[in-house]
C-alpha cells in the first residue's frame, strides 16, 4: 500500500515575535525546551496567554498540530484558546486535540475502545439521562421503600467522586457521607447494576469515559504508546483541578516522551471537595525530576495594595509554591476592613456602599460580593430588593427560591391557610410514594375537612394513602403534627420543629450537600426570629418576593446588575469593586476546617482567590454579632485570616448610624 501525507504549510521565518508579545516570565515558558515543564501562573498573570503562546510557538518550530493535545476543563475555554491561537497560526490549529478529558476520552474511546471491551457505537449519557438509569435500577431494586434512602443524584454524586479519586463507594460514603453508613451494601450493589445495565444498553456516561480511557492505558502497552508518540507534547490547564484519575492519564499519556507542560496555580487549588488532588501540582516536580518550575508573577489585574494583602495572607501556607505577585506599579487605596454589627448592618453598609459607587459611575457590573457559603447571602438579597438594586446569583438560585425553602415556606403556609392547595400539593409530594395524581387524591380529602392538618396527622387518615407511601406517611405526620396552634406563634420555632421532626431526613437522602442546605433553613429561621408571628413572616417574605419578580431586578443581559456569587463560583473573574462578606471566626474558615492542616490551608487559598478577584477596590467586611435564634446574640472575632495580617495592610472602617 503506498502511503500519502498532507504536509501542513510551514512559515520561512518564525512570523511571531514572542519577545515583543509576552513579558520575560511568559517568554521563558513559552519557549520551554522538551521535557516536563511546570508553570506556575499567579492570578491575574496572563495563564491563557502562556497557553496559547506555547502551541503556536510549537507549531511554528515544528511540530504538526496533530502532534498536540490540550486538555482544559471546559470546551469553552478550549475553544477560546484555539480561537486564540488561530490568528497567530493562521490554519493551523484545526488539527490539535483541544478540549476537556471527557471529550478526549470520547474521541480515543471512539477509536479503540473495544481493546477494554467497549463498541465505537456507544451513546454517552448527560446527567439527566444517568438520574434516569438510576432511578430505574433503584425502583428494579425497590430501594425508595425506605424514605431515609438516597436520591438517584446523591449515588450519582458518590460514584463520581469515587471514581475521580480511585476508591471505593465504601470509602467515599464513609468519610463524605457517614450518614449514608447503614446503606453501603445497597448501594454498593446499586452501581453494579447500574453499571450492567448501562453494558447492556451501550451507554457511558463521564466518569466511564474517564475509567476506561485509563483502563485502556494500563491494559493494552501497544496502545499506550501509540498514543503516546501519536501526541508527542501535551499541555493541560489548570492542572491545581485535577483528580488523580486525570493525573494518571496525563502522566500515561506522555510516559513516551515527557513533553508535558502543566500550567495553574498551587494558591488556587480549592475544590478538593469536588476530588480535585492538590498533591498532583504540589509533587509534580518529584513525579518528574527533570522538571523546568517556571513562575508567573506579573499581575495585570490588581493594584499594589490589594496583591500586598493578598500575598501576604497565603505566605502562611506552608505547602506552596512561594511567589510574589507584582502590580506593575499600579497603586489604589488600602482594602478596608469593615466591621458591623450584626449581619443586617453588614447587608445595610454593603447596599448604600454599592450605591453609592453606582453613583460615582461604576458600572453595576464592575461590582461584586463574594461569600464562602450562599446562605451568607439572604440578608443582603432581602436589603438589595428593598432598594431596588439589580443583582445576578452566580452561587445557585435566589435564597427563597431554593426547592429546601421553598419546602419550609409551604408547610407554614398550609397550615396557616388550609385552603392553600398548592402548598399542600407540594408537601405531599415530598413523601416517597405520593406523586401527582396521588398527592391531588389526598389534597381532595383533605380539603373537605375544617382542619387539614389535623386530618392530615390523624391515625384514621392512613386509608388514604396509596399502600406504597404509608411507610413513609409516618415522617410527613410528624411533621405535621408538630406545627401546633401555639408554635406558629414563635415562626423560627416553627422552622426548627419541621427540621428536626422529619425534614432534615428529606435532605440527607436527597442532596449531597445537606448540610449546606441545613445551614440555609437555620438562616431562615434566624431571619423569622424577628417577627411575632408565622403569619407576619409570610406576609414579609411575600411583599418581598413581590419586589424581586419586578423587571428591574432580573436584566436580560446581566450589564446593569451587581453580582452575588460564592467565592468557588468566582474563581477565574474580575471585579472593579469586591465586597467580601461573612468574614469572621467559624464563618471564613468554618470550624471544621480548623482542624486538619491541610483543611486550613485550602481554606486560606479559598481567602486568597477572593482577594484576587478585585481590581481597584477591595470590602473585607464581617459581623461582630452573630445573631443566632436558638442561641441567642454570641460575640464573633474577625477571621484568623485578617487576624493574621499586618494592621498596615488595611485601613479599618468605623460604620455609625444615623
Known amino acids: 500500500m503506498k502511503k500519502y501525507t498532507i504536509k501542513t504549510s510551514k512559515q520561512q521565518d518564525l512570523s511571531i515575535d514572542y519577545a515583543e508579545h509576552l513579558n520575560p516570565e511568559q517568554y521563558a515558558a513559552v519557549t520551554a525546551g522538551a521535557g516536563p515543564s511546570l508553570v506556575i501562573a499567579g492570578a491575574g498573570s496572563g495563564k491563557t496567554r502562556v497557553v496559547t503562546y506555547r502551541v503556536a510557538y510549537l507549531i511554528e518550530n515544528g511540530a504538526r498540530p496533530s502532534e498536540i493535545m490540550l486538555l482544559t476543563f471546559t470546551n469553552k475555554a478550549a475553544k477560546e484558546m484555539l480561537h486564540r491561537i488561530e490568528p497567530l497560526i493562521k490554519g493551523g490549529t484545526r488539527k490539535v486535540a483541544g478540549g476537556t478529558f471527557h471529550s478526549i476520552g470520547n474521541m480515543i474511546l471512539r477509536k479503540y475502545g473495544e481493546a477494554v471491551g467497549i463498541a465505537p457505537g ?51 460514603i464513609d468519610e463524605k457521607h457517614p450518614h449514608l453508613a447503614e446503606y453501603s451494601e445497597e448501594i454498593e450493589n446499586l452501581k453494579k447494576l447500574y ?122 501556607n506552608s505547602r506552596q509554591f512561594s511567589k510574589t505577585l507584582n502590580a506593575l506599579g499600579r497603586s ?86 388550609p385552603q392553600d392547595e398548592i402548598s399542600w400539593g407540594r408537601i405531599l409530594k415530598l413523601t416517597p410514594g405520593i406523586g401527582g395524581v396521588s398527592a391531588k387524591k389526598i389534597w381532595e380529602k383533605l380539603r373537605t375537612s375544617d382542619r387539614p392538618a389535623e386530618t392530615a396527622g390523624s391515625d384514621e387518615f392512613i386509608n388514604n394513602i396509596p399502600k406504597r407511601g404509608r411507610d413513609s406517611w409516618e415522617s410527613f405526620r410528624s411533621i405535621i403534627n408538630t406545627l401546633t396552634d401555639s408554635i406558629m406563634e414563635i415562626p423560627a420555632e416553627a422552622i426548627r420543629a419541621i427540621l428536626i421532626s422529619g425534614y432534615e431526613n428529606h435532605l440527607k437522602g436527597t442532596y449531597e450537600n ?53 467565592i468557588h463560583r468566582a474563581k477565574g473573574l474580575e471585579w472593579s469593586r469586591v465586597f467580601l462578606i461573612g468574614l469572621f471566626d467559624g464563618g471564613m474558615p468554618s470550624a471544621r476546617a480548623m482542624e486538619d492542616l491541610d483543611q486550613e490551608e485550602e481554606e486560606r487559598r479559598v481567602f486568597y482567590v477572593a482577594l484576587t478577584r478585585a481590581k481597584d477596590e477591595l470590602y473585607l467586611c464581617y459581623p461582630v454579632m452573630d445573631n443566632r435564634w436558638y442561641d441567642g446574640a454570641v460575640i464573633k472575632r474577625p477571621s484568623i485570616f485578617i487576624q493574621e495580617l499586618d494592621n498596615k495592610s488595611y485601613e479599618q472602617w468605623a460604620v455609625d448610624e444615623y
Request: proline share 3%; charged share 30%.
Open 122 to 172: 456507544f451513546t454517552i449519557l448527560d446527567r439527566e439521562d444517568s438520574k434516569s438509569l438510576m432511578e430505574s435500577c433503584i425502583a428494579d431494586m425497590k430501594l425508595r421503600k425506605d424514605k431515609m434512602f438516597p436520591k438517584a443524584n446523591v449515588i450519582l454524586n458518590i460514584i463520581s467522586y469515587a471514581v475521580g479519586i480511585e476508591q471505593s463507594m465504601t470509602y467515599v
Open 195 to 316: 453499571d450492567h445495565k448501562k453494558r447492556q444498553m451501550l451507554h457511558m456516561d463521564f466518569e466511564d469515559l474517564l475509567f476506561f480511557w485509563k483502563e485502556l492505558l494500563v491494559r493494552s502497552p501497544e496502545i499506550r504508546q501509540n498514543l503516546s508518540q501519536q501526541y508527542k507534547n501535551i499541555l493541560v490547564d489548570e492542572y491545581q483541578d485535577t483528580n488523580k484519575i486525570q493525573a494518571e492519564i496525563i502522566d500515561l499519556m506522555a510516559s513516551s516522551h515527557k513533553n508535558l507542560m502543566v500550567v495553574g496555580d498551587d494558591s488556587q487549588a480549592i475544590y478538593s471537595f469536588r476530588g480535585a488532588c492538590f498533591d498532583n501540582i504540589i509533587e509534580f516536580p518529584e513525579r518528574y525530576p527533570e522538571t523546568t518550575v517556571f513562575k508567573l508573577t506579573t499581575n495585570y489585574r490588581s493594584t499594589e495594595e490589594i496583591l500586598n494583602l493578598a500575598n501576604e495572607s497565603i505566605s502562611y
Open 332 to 417: 489604589g487605596a488600602r482594602p478596608a476592613l469593615v466591621p458591623l454589627k450584626n449581619g443586617y448592618q453588614q447587608a445595610e453598609f454593603v447596599s448604600q456602599r454599592i450605591l453609592e459607587m453606582i453613583d460615582e459611575g461604576i458600572p453595576m457590573r464592575e461590582i461584586a460580593v463574594l461569600y464562602r457559603s450562599h446562605f451568607q447571602s439572604m440578608d443582603l438579597q432581602m436589603e438589595l430588593t428593598r432598594k431596588r438594586i439589580p443583582y445576578e446569583i452566580r452561587s445557585g438560585l435566589r435564597f427563597f427560591e431554593q426547592a429546601h425553602i421553598k419546602d419550609i415556606i409551604s408547610f407554614l403556609r398550609s397550615v396557616l391557610n
Open 514 to 566: 445537606y448540610e449546606d442546605r441545613k445551614e440555609d433553613i437555620e438562616q431562615l429561621a434566624n431571619y423569622a426570629a424577628g417577627f411575632n408571628s408565622a403569619e407576619e413572616f409570610l406576609s414579609d417574605l411575600a411583599l418581598l418576593s413581590s419586589l424581586q419578580s419586578e423587571d428591574i431586578d432580573e436584566p436580560e443581559d446581566h450589564e446593569d446588575s451587581i453580582v452575588l456569587s460564592t
